[in-house]
């Protein structure tokens, strides 16, 4: 019954700011690694940041120095945090469990950058 759900998406102007929550439930949050991707309809999903069960934070370079990913384990919830944000950002954000020999998806929420 793993479930992945990610809020705190909807539409910015350029510059703007939001932030991403995925709120996991399941499995035992603190033993696995997280991850947010994002996709343009017709692109390929897109890596944006991982998050390790040690705290070792991995960003796409687009995003470095503009995006935040943390993770409250008390809370079993994933956060991204968004700033300076650019029209190119626009995507479907999702949040990813990452486990062996596969994985589980968010449902994913849009981020629209637009003025």
């Known amino acids: 019954q793993v479930q992945l759900v990610e809020s705190g998406g909807g539409l910015v102007q350029p510059g703007g700011s939001l932030r991403l929550s995925c709120a996991a439930s399941?499995?035992?949050?603190?033993?696995?690694?997280m991850e947010w991707y994002r996709q343009v309809p017709g692109k390929q999903r897109e890596l944006v940041a991982r998050i390790s069960t040690g705290g070792v934070i991995y960003y796409t370079e687009s995003v470095k120095g503009r995006f935040t990913i943390s993770r409250d384990n008390a809370k079993n919830t994933l956060y991204l945090e968004m700033n300076s944000l650019k029209p190119e950002d626009t995507a479907v954000y999702y949040c990813f469990r990452d486990r062996a020999g596969g994985g589980d998806w968010g449902q994913g929420i849009q981020v629209t950058v637009s003025s």
């Open positions: 399941g499995f035992i949050f603190r033993i696995y690694a």
